[in-house]
């Protein structure tokens, strides 16, 4: 199985438009979570091999930053185009190395995808103004440049889109990049690189070190005078850490960091679809996503209702290898991953939550977890304050608008928010209300390459995807003049 769909994987590191081995010969093992086997060895790069990378991305940047936008958008288009015509390719290695289901990896590539056709049309809109200053006189003359090499550095969860959702906004504002992928998935953007050659992109232009040594390797280009952007999707742990590591050498930084979402249903929702988004709030990638439906809180009246509804869905969902047909619910990534939901499922049962499906590990192979639903979760559980990162839904009730909002703004996450009412007025409301970057109303799904995703407090700083995403890649430049 593995063979077929791996064997034009490639395994090393992808600098300046060639296949390299690490300096050191090292490599690691890339794990399938369905089955626990070795899929693939992957190289990993040392810090030699990141400067390497970064040498390269110099190299390239001159020539990239000078093509015309219109040049840059037609290349990251037919790399959309490339994306698309092997999408099904590219969800099976997702699906392998993530453990999601195939359903889920199709909307991931998709999704992904979607980033490079979004900023071929954005590549051509790097607008600047003119303006007269109020005193002098003098005109104001504003244009945005490429900032320079950008280094990204991405999760496990979304292999393709969260790079994607990088590399189209960098490569659209005229800055070549440095990626490291995550350890646990890195097969993903090294099968995407030869579609991104095929498209045109230039050597050097977009290169990617796996590396088992993610904490020194991105170290070192952040002390790297030419690195000058860092884009981050991962925990707030790492991300505060990176923001460190930027102020040395006071590189711009994206962080797109964890969350901690609130799910609100109103008394006069409309249950059903608040039904239908709360699976995809919750169960979307199995609840392994920054956006997870991390905390239920429903109103009195309606508790009852919603959480027997959410249960018989839950319950319904097929769990499995990702790649087997009717299969909704893959494994989790990791040994780790599942320890920490099953840590967080028990402690919240300690303490009085009442297990309306699922609730218990299987035995076996996989780091399989089944769809689970608490109700009675009480205020001190630990899955209220954490990221469950699977797929289980903890439900508390609320009596009043104020006080859900007040419980909904309390923690240290402002990523997104959802809640279900059929009032609009309402819905605006406690939107303004809430303390988070975005909001779902009505909608249990916000991601959009179209949209500027992004987070308040801990969640993060900057936005990625609309216009504004370009934006974290470009440095704004006035010329003061008189003629
Ligand atoms: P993570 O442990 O922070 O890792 C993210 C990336 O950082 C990986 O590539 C990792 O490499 C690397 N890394 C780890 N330690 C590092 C260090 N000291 N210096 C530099 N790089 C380092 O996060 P994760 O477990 O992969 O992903 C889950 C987290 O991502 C969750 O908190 C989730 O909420 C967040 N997330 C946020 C968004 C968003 O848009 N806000 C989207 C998706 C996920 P290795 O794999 O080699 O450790």
Redesign the pocket.
Known sequence: MYDNLLANVPTDLWIGGQWKKASDGARFDVIDPATEKVIASVASATVDDAKAAVDAAQAAFPAWAAKKPRERAEILRKAYEIIMRDAERFAKIITVENGKALSDSRGEVAYAAEFFRWYAEEAVRNNGSVSMAPASGARIFVQHKPAGVAVL??????PAA?ATRKIGPALAAGCPVVL?????TPLTMLALMPALEEAGVPPGVVNVIP??S??KV??AMLHDMRVRVVS???????GR??LHEAADNIVKPAM????NAPFLVFEDADIDAAIDGAMVAKMRNMGE??TAANRFYVHEAVHDEFARKLTAKMAGLKMGNGLDDGVMLGPLVNQEGRDKVIELVEDATSKGAKVLTGGKAPEGVGYFYPATVLTNVSDDAKMLSE?I?GPVASIQTFKSEDEVIKRANDTEYG?VAYLYTKDISRGLRVSEKLDFGMIGLNRGLVSDPAAP?G?TKQ??LGREGAQEGMKEFLETQYVSMTW
């Open positions: 550095v991405t999760p496990w969860n979304f969260m490291k992928p995550a350890s646990d590396s088992r993610s904490g991105v170290s981050f999707t991962g925990s707030t742990e790492v850490k990176l797109e960091l964890g969350g996503a920054c990221e990162f990523l995703f987070g969640s993060g």
